[in-house]
């Protein structure tokens, strides 16, 4: 079965751009989680959907937004984006909502603000 | 923020030794997981244990969970420097969120050979 994978791997971006970043879960999973990675901050949970609906948000500005669709495929979107928000984008995805089930990771996107 | 704190912040060791790597939480868990990180690259799930769970063992991987202490530990015997990654652990944000997680600040671990 094929893991979580996300395009692109890596993108270079200058100040005030806006960038998509999109992740494909394991097949037959519904949850799909995004989590920001920087060394000052660690990795912070963004925010995840199930069955096409963000569930929930963690502490992000509106500048970061996200969608999921019909196969489970998941994007996520950063808009006037700032010399912080370079950072490892990390998706994951899971079987079910509930329940204490594991997540899987995929390999990530590396972010980076010019 | 992390909510998460785990220690050693780096741990360095020898081939074939064993590596202990802690967690400790605040607040109310129904489940704690164990994840790796090897350089820059995405997390691996490592183990799941639940809070009715003491101890669970994968390879030679060994989790323990004090639910009273509200900490967790991580032990990797006879080390090899494949094991050379960072290590986190992750519970969720809340009880019922468990798809949110809240992930420790990370135990760097450098396997010599």
Not at chain 1, 52 to 80: A, C, I, L, Y
Request: proline fraction near 4%.
């Amino acid at each position: 079965k094929a893991g979580v994978t996300q395009t692109p791997r890596y993108l270079i971006k200058t100040r005030g751009q806006q960038v998509t970043l999109s992740c494909s879960p394991i097949s037959g999973h519904r949850s799909v989680s995004w989590y920001q990675q920087t060394p000052g901050q660690g990795l912070q949970f963004l925010f995840e959907y199930f069955s096409e609906t963000q569930r929930n948000k963690g502490n992000f500005p509106g500048r970061f937004s996200g969608r999921q669709f019909s196969n489970s495929r998941s994007e996520m979107n950063v808009s006037t984006l700032e010399l912080g928000d370079s950072a490892l984008y990390l998706c994951a995805s899971s079987l079910e909502l509930v329940g204490g089930n594991e997540q899987f990771f995929g390999p990530g996107t590396r972010l980076t603000v010019l | 923020s992390q909510q998460g704190e785990e220690d050693p912040q780096a741990l360095s060791i020898q081939e074939g030794e064993n590596a202990t790597m802690n967690c400790s939480y605040k607040t109310s868990i129904n489940n704690l997981q164990w994840y790796r990180q090897n350089s820059g690259r995405g997390l691996v799930h490592l183990i799941l244990i639940r809070s009715n769970e003491r101890e669970k063992h994968s390879g030679r991987l060994r989790v323990t969970l004090d639910t009273s202490k509200k900490s967790s530990s991580l032990l990797i015997t006879a080390s090899r420097a494949a094991d050379t990654a960072s290590y986190f652990c992750a519970r969720p944000r809340t009880p019922g969120s468990a798809r949110q997680l809240t992930f420790g600040s990370g135990t760097q671990l450098t396997v010599l050979p």
